[in-house]
């Protein structure tokens, strides 16, 4: 059979998915464990999340030094001396810390969950936080933030959270040098002690596991003693200054372009007809921005915008990179965009094709037990309804052009948003 290439093969669009289910189960120390059995390969990964972000610091950049310590060395155990304990069971360990949370990620074969959790029990409960390694950490982070702050559109997106929520908000607060260097081993022992140690926290694991493998985690995790949770702080509020800014920098030959607004988090009944909204505008390779700034006028590479939602609030941005005498005619085309999209209809065949989009990235998303666990975590910590996942199709295929229109006149209002741009116009 010869195929003919001018023909476009037949597709099914996709009206709706069903995620495997998840079980609870609860450790002896009432700590909660989400299983996801995905029983494709014979390996693991086992997240312990914890309630220790930014939001729970005194200190600037004491719960990113805190978390990313907690593998450098225990009572009884060196920093090359866990590495090597990991690398003998094949297994590599992540620290992520976030605004909101923190987590120590594990991956390993299922066969050697047991070992691996025992140094998991230790490294939650007897760090060190050795002065020699950590400021090797601090060493390296400075490198990497004096790389960075090179860079105009690292600029324009620290400044992009700064004006939205304030230096001083979690959200607002990026990593900064000279914070940094302050960081003792005091701050880094404090946090611990005040949020991490004998605190609450959540296991998520994914794989090839069953309820056995949740009796090896009780079996470590389960015996540490659990208190009450870290309060959570209720004075942090947003302050977004529209106030738009210019950083000019001679010697840049393209200007980084930001503009931005607080929005909303999942739990919004608008949170969907507004992801459909930025798709059309400049959520993927084929929005309106994408043709009209990139294919049309050939100022930029790429531009995009995107809804972030963290726990407590959500914000709207959008990103770009032109040449400096392009700057003023991308931001009137950017504005112009809005305008059509606040006044026209998004026609039937367009809207179909986002959706169609949008669904198929979702399903693609989902190939492994892990991207699973990813999808489950939006429910499991930041307490959506447990058929946020299975509905998200058909809800986004029920958003209606009139719908975007409203979405576009009520949060994409050019006058609301923050304007930045790096390197001059």
Not at 67 to 95: C, N, P
Not at 158 to 180: D, N
């Amino acid at each position: 059979m010869v195929l003919d290439r001018t023909q476009a093969p037949e597709f099914q669009a996709v009206s709706e998915i069903r995620l495997p289910a998840y079980e609870t189960f609860t450790l002896d120390n009432n700590v909660p464990v989400y299983l996801i059995s995905v029983m494709q390969q014979p390996v693991v990964r086992l997240e312990i999340i914890l309630d220790a972000g930014s939001w729970y610091e005194q200190t600037p950049s004491a719960a990113f030094f805190t978390i990313k310590m907690l593998t450098e060395g225990t009572k009884t155990r060196t920093s090359a001396e866990i590495s090597e304990y990991l690398d003998s069971f094949g297994a590599f360990v992540e620290l992520n810390s976030g605004p909101d949370r923190a987590s120590i990620v594990v991956y390993c074969l299922t066969k050697y969950l047991g070992p691996v959790l025992s140094l998991m029990r230790e490294v939650l409960t007897t760090p060190v936080f050795p002065e020699k390694e950590l400021e090797d950490l601090r060493n390296i982070t400075l490198q990497n933030l004096r790389v960075s702050f090179e860079k105009n559109a690292y600029i324009a997106g620290v400044r992009m959270r700064e004006k939205l929520f304030g230096s001083k908000h979690p959200y607002g607060r990026m990593q900064q040098p000279a914070a940094v260097e302050a960081i003792t081993r005091a701050d880094v022992v404090s946090f611990y002690e005040n949020v991490i140690r004998d605190r609450p926290f959540r296991v998520l694991l994914a794989g090839h596991a069953t309820a056995l493998d949740v009796e090896l985690v009780n079996r470590e995790l389960g015996q540490i003693p659990t208190s009450v949770p870290v309060s959570v702080r209720q004075d942090f509020i947003p302050a977004p200054d529209t106030t738009p800014l210019t950083v000019d920098k001679a010697a840049s030959v393209q200007s980084s372009v930001r503009l931005g607004r607080v929005l909303f988090t999942r739990e919004h009944p608008d949170f969907v007809k507004m992801l459909v909204t930025n798709e059309v505008f400049g959520g993927y390779f084929g929005s309106r921005l994408m043709k009209n700034i990139r294919e049309d006028k050939g100022f930029t590479y790429g531009i995009s915008s995107s809804l972030i939602s963290f726990r407590h609030e959500g914000f709207f941005t959008l990103g770009t990179d032109v040449k400096k005498e392009n700057t003023r005619q991308t931001l009137d085309e950017i504005a112009k965009e809005v305008r059509i999209l606040q006044t026209e209809p998004v026609s039937e065949s367009e809207l179909e094709t986002v959706k169609n989009f949008m669904a198929g990235e979702f399903v693609g998303s989902l190939n492994t037990p892990f991207e699973i666990a990813d999808r489950y975590k939006v429910i499991l910590l930041d307490g959506m309804p447990d058929d946020f996942l299975n509905t998200y199709i058909p809800r986004l295929r029920a958003v209606t052009p009139e719908e975007i229109m409203q979405m576009a006149s009520q949060y994409l209002d050019i006058n609301r948003l923050t304007e930045i741009v790096v390197g001059g116009k």
